[in-house]
């Protein structure tokens, strides 16, 4: 008699790879309609859970909410998908009792996150890819089977839960940048440009988001300068050119609300505005600078027939600045999904 060798349902194989490519970041099918199946999917096996099958889908379905609620909270900024992972992590977690557990100490898995938690959970949904997932790791029946403890899926539900929370405060709340009066506001009450400008650069300190809410802000509540007007509005503009992968919508809704105060249809008979010489951030970071501290900051890339004010502070440059950087918002809504109303406030 010839044994039968344990494979995995095609659809989990499909499942595992389109999981892979979300919680590494290179995602081939769309992330906010996956996720949002596997949360329905996960809700729908609490109806088994007195099954033995039932109980299996628990202890898969609880890894992959924990492997993937990463993405859910740094990638899609959708207040309905958030609102699914969380009902589902706290049903899941009323069905399980830590104080069950019979492990012996160190026995719980670790590590049940991207790549191989994707596996590990799948893997566990089903009797065969149990045996696959048992047989390609090595594991033993007690190994296999610690990862069924309560109390180990417990700690994960807890964990993700607690990151769906605060995702959802960060991503669709209101943020605080006041404490960024301190720095950017000088004795005068006068905006430091400069300042705002060095903040920007320092992009590996991931404080683009937040000078550029402030700049917003600030721009929104009328407290800026005629002469300090356009160095502001560079400065929003450089928070969202620079911000490659996107703001959720707690900054883009006052993003775009600073954003539509400009005329965006204004036009002019100057062929060309101070902008456009510049072509990259340290240019740009140039440009402005001079413009504020000139003798500090000597170097510019805008050529002397572009450098006039009125070149500066033409409302054409104004829109054709507004149209590109409510662009590129727009564009982030489109790559992470959400609902529009979200965005728009």
């Known amino acids: 008699m010839t044994n039968v060798i344990p494979t995995l349902p095609d659809d989990h194989r499909e499942l595992i790879s389109a999981l892979r490519g979300i919680v590494s970041d290179y995602p081939y099918v769309s992330p906010e309609a996956t ?10 096996a609490l109806d088994r859970l007195g099954e033995p099958q039932g109980r299996r889908e628990r202890t898969g379905y609880t890894i992959l909410l924990h492997a993937t609620c990463w993405y859910v909270a740094a990638r899609v900024f959708s207040k309905s998908l958030l609102a699914s992972y969380a009902k589902v992590l706290d049903r899941y977690r009323a069905t399980l009792d830590p104080t069950s557990c019979a492990c012996p100490a160190g026995a719980h898995p670790t590590d049940v996150d991207d790549d191989y938690g994707v596996e590990a959970g799948v893997s566990l949904l089903s009797e065969a890819g149990r045996a696959v997932f048992a047989e390609e790791y090595g ?35 209101g943020v605080d940048v006041s404490h960024l009066d301190t720095r950017f506001v000088r004795d005068d009450g006068g905006i430091d440009i400069v300042a705002l400008q060095e903040a920007i650069r320092r992009t590996w300190e991931d404080n683009t988001g ?25 400065c929003l503009w ?27 249809h204004a036009t002019c008979a100057h062929p060309r505005h101070p ?45 054709e600045l507004a149209r590109g950087a409510l662009e590129a918002v ?10 529009y109303e979200d965005w728009e406030g």
């Not at 996720?35 to 999917?41: I, M, S, V, Y």
């Not at 069924?148 to 960060?170: K, N, P, Q, S």
């Not at 937040?210 to 929104?220: C, G, H, K, Y």
């Not at 450089?238 to 005329?263: K, N």
């Open 139 to 173: 594991l033993t029946d007690w190994e296999l089977a610690a990862f069924d403890c309560e109390a180990f899926l417990a700690g994960l539900t807890d964990r993700a839960a607690a990151r769906i929370r605060e995702a959802h405060r960060e991503n669709l709340g």
């Open 35 to 44: 996720l949002g199946c596997l949360a329905d999917d996960a809700a729908d």
């Open 275 to 319: 902008w456009s010489a510049t072509s990259h951030t340290a240019s740009r970071y140039e440009a402005v600078v001079h413009l504020y501290a000139p003798e500090d900051h000597p170097d510019t890339p805008v050529p002397a027939g572009l450098s006039a004010r009125e070149l500066w502070e033409c409302p054409a440059q104004y829109a």
């Open 210 to 234: 937040p000078v550029a809410l402030w700049s917003a802000r600030r721009w929104l509540a009328g407290q800026v300068r005629e002469e300090e007007r356009i160095g502001l509005f560079l």
């Open 238 to 264: 450089m928070g969202i050119a620079q911000t490659y992968e996107g703001l959720p919508p707690s900054y883009a809704r006052d993003l775009v609300a600073a954003l539509e105060t400009v005329d965006a």
């Open 330 to 339: 727009r564009q982030w809504r489109h790559m992470r999904g959400g609902e």
